[in-house]
């Protein structure tokens, strides 16, 4: 099993529809989430970061669940700038240290 | 707004040459990263550096690869000898206090694409 795992999608949708990306994480030692965003050949932006209660900034809210090791990403009324690739990333545990672990990320694609 | 960055945008180099990678982080940022990422792949996390030394890193950061803060702005990624397979997107990182934290941002740069050829 990957250490983060994302389905790369692509998701297409139309503007203001909703839609979730899930990630799932293999080592249940993990402590931090985040939500990365990521434009074509740019460098990774934080979306944002990932709470145990789950957290909402504006349209963007995000779910942990640690039972089942993964989290969400909900997107409402998206945009056609929300369009990019969104990256899961996990501190994971190894050998004793936390290393950032990035997903491959999932594809949106918001169209008119 | 204080960014990350990073020279040169793309460098070309032959098979078996020496790359020096460029970075300035935010002034006033303690930890420091690099990662890469091969075309159509996901990032990878090769390296952290606090107080003039590596924290943590990956196995991809083998022998050919080095890190140094020749000065109080420039972090610098050194791959040795090239190879082919080193040819990816080469983004630094800063953030203000270790990683670990939830509260706490990694900011990237734009990126180095390096090409070897």
């Known amino acids: 099993r990957k250490e983060v795992e994302q389905d790369p999608g692509p998701f297409n949708v139309p503007e203001g529809a909703t839609v979730a990306f899930n990630c799932t994480y293999s080592n249940s030692a993990s402590q931090s989430f985040f939500w990365y965003r990521q434009d074509c050949r740019k460098e990774p932006k934080l979306l944002m970061s990932?709470?145990?209660s789950g957290n909402e900034d504006g349209r963007f809210t995000a779910q942990l669940n640690r039972a089942s090791q993964y989290i969400s990403l909900l997107i409402r009324d998206s945009k056609l700038s929300d369009s990019a690739t969104y990256l899961c990333?996990?501190?994971?545990?190894?050998?004793?240290?936390?290393?950032?672990?990035f997903g491959r990320g999932t594809s949106l694609i918001v169209h008119p | 707004e204080p960014e990350v960055t990073q020279t040169p945008s793309h460098q070309v180099t032959q098979m078996g040459q020496e790359v020096i990678l460029r970075c300035v982080p935010i002034s006033n940022h303690l930890y420091f990263y690099w990662y890469r990422q091969i075309l159509g792949q996901k990032v990878e996390f090769l390296v952290s550096?606090?107080?003039?030394?590596?924290?943590?890193k990956s196995e991809i950061f083998d022998d050919q690869f080095s890190v140094e803060r020749p000065d109080g702005s420039n972090f610098t990624l050194k791959i040795r000898s090239t190879k082919l397979e080193d040819s990816a997107m080469y983004f630094c990182?800063?953030?203000?206090?270790?990683?670990?934290?939830?509260?706490?941002?990694?900011?990237f740069g734009p990126g180095t694409r390096l090409t070897v050829l």
């Open positions: 990333v996990v501190n994971i545990i190894r050998g004793g240290s936390y290393i950032p672990t």
């Open positions: 550096f606090y107080n003039n030394e590596i924290s943590e």
């Open positions: 990932v709470y145990s």
């Open positions: 990182a800063s953030s203000e206090a270790l990683t670990l934290s939830i509260s706490n941002e990694q900011f």
